[in-house]
């Protein structure tokens, strides 16, 4: 049939009838009614928390818009997708076990690339505010970009450092900042309950990052009932892998939110990988 636009793969929807809510996750092809306009498929449905799969035609499903609820506009955002399937044989091995517990592919929004390399990246200004004050300019150079793009009274949460009760004080500084110009403060949601290693300090030593199972064990949900059925936007310093979104996603997806919608300030640009550092050898480190 021509006209028909299918809902991309990770598309949350709702069913008109039944009311449960879920992603989209392929086409299955069968015979019978209730068909897609093409006569032949019906969407599969990922239900939240749920193994299975649901089936569902497209007259039957409505998108639930959750790009639409966070975002003013996404023109001139940068993406970073998480999909089920890349190019390289790295992400490949990390994304086949992703995908059996999460949504995917899932869209991880920027503001513009990042470049370590250059000392007067704003960016790093934000990274390196623990260490070197607050940069108080940087944060109000991020509000006012942010304030012009971001929907009033989404839940605004920040994906927690490395150390305990340690937060980013510049990204939290920025966070409350805009959840105080009318939207909801959930910078608590999130909360780091176990020490790992540093991003900067596994550079360092040229390891490519920490597995999402690490942040999964590390970070737990505060007051959960705050945020439970909401769409909310979690807001990162840098988007390197993906893997520190995915697993705070997992965990608010858990804990019964909605959907999570990922922005991070800058995405850094891919460059051919160094040799790794197995993580046992950076245990002496901590």
Same mark, same amino acid.
């Given at each position: 049939m021509?006209?028909?636009?299918? =809902? ?7 069913h ?7 992603w989209?996750?392929g086409l299955?092809w069968l015979?019978?009614s209730?068909t ?7 969407y599969r449905i ?11 035609s497209?007259?039957k499903l409505?998108?639930?818009k959750?790009?639409e609820?966070? =975002?003013?506009?996404?023109?001139g955002?940068l993406q970073?997708?998480?999909?089920k399937e890349?190019d ?9 076990y992703?995908k059996s =517990?999460?949504p995917?592919?899932?869209t ?7 470049d370590?390399?250059d000392?007067n990246?704003?960016?790093k200004q934000? /990274?390196n $505010?623990a260490i070197f ?5 940087t944060?109000?150079r =991020?509000f006012? /970009?942010?304030d012009k793009i971001?929907?009033p009274?989404i839940p605004?949460?920040?994906v927690p450092?490395?150390?305990p009760?340690?937060?980013n004080? $510049? ?5 409350k900042r805009l ?6 403060d @959930?910078?608590?949601s999130?909360?780091?309950h176990?020490s790992i290693?540093s991003?900067?300090l596994?550079? %360092?030593n ?5 597995t999402?199972?690490e942040h999964?064990?590390?970070i %737990?949900?505060a007051e959960?009932s705050?945020?439970?059925g /909401?769409?909310i ?7 390197t892998?993906?893997?520190?979104f995915m697993?705070?996603r ?7 939110? @909605? ?5 991070a300030l800058g /995405?850094?640009?891919?460059r051919?990988q160094?040799?790794?550092?197995p993580?046992?050898?950076?245990s002496s480190?901590h």
């Amino acid at each position: 049939m021509t006209g028909w636009k299918p =809902f991309p793969d990770g598309t949350r929807v709702r069913h008109l009838r039944d009311h449960y809510e879920g992603w989209i996750d392929g086409l299955t092809w069968l015979d019978g009614s209730e068909t897609n306009p093409d006569g032949k498929t019906q969407y599969r449905i990922r239900i939240q928390t749920h193994r299975d799969r649901k089936l569902s035609s497209h007259d039957k499903l409505e998108d639930c818009k959750d790009t639409e609820r966070i =975002f003013r506009s996404t023109e001139g955002l940068l993406q970073k997708t998480i999909a089920k399937e890349s190019d390289r044989r790295e992400d490949n091995e990390r994304l086949v076990y992703w995908k059996s =517990f999460l949504p995917l592919p899932c869209t991880i929004w920027a503001l513009d690339n990042y470049d370590r390399a250059d000392q007067n990246d704003p960016v790093k200004q934000v /990274k390196n $505010a623990a260490i070197f004050g607050s940069a108080q300019y940087t944060v109000d150079r =991020f509000f006012s /970009k942010l304030d012009k793009i971001l929907a009033p009274e989404i839940p605004i949460a920040i994906v927690p450092s490395s150390e305990p009760n340690k937060p980013n004080p $510049a990204l939290l500084a920025l966070a409350k900042r805009l959840a105080e110009n009318g939207r909801a403060d @959930a910078t608590s949601s999130l909360r780091r309950h176990q020490s790992i290693t540093s991003s900067r300090l596994l550079r %360092q030593n040229e390891h490519t990052g920490n597995t999402i199972d690490e942040h999964l064990s590390s970070i %737990q949900i505060a007051e959960p009932s705050k945020v439970a059925g /909401k769409v909310i936007l979690i807001l990162d310093d840098v988007v390197t892998t993906g893997t520190t979104f995915m697993a705070c996603r997992k965990l608010l997806l858990d804990a019964g939110v @909605a959907e999570v919608i990922c922005l991070a300030l800058g /995405k850094t640009q891919q460059r051919k990988q160094k040799t790794t550092t197995p993580l046992r050898r950076l245990s002496s480190l901590h």
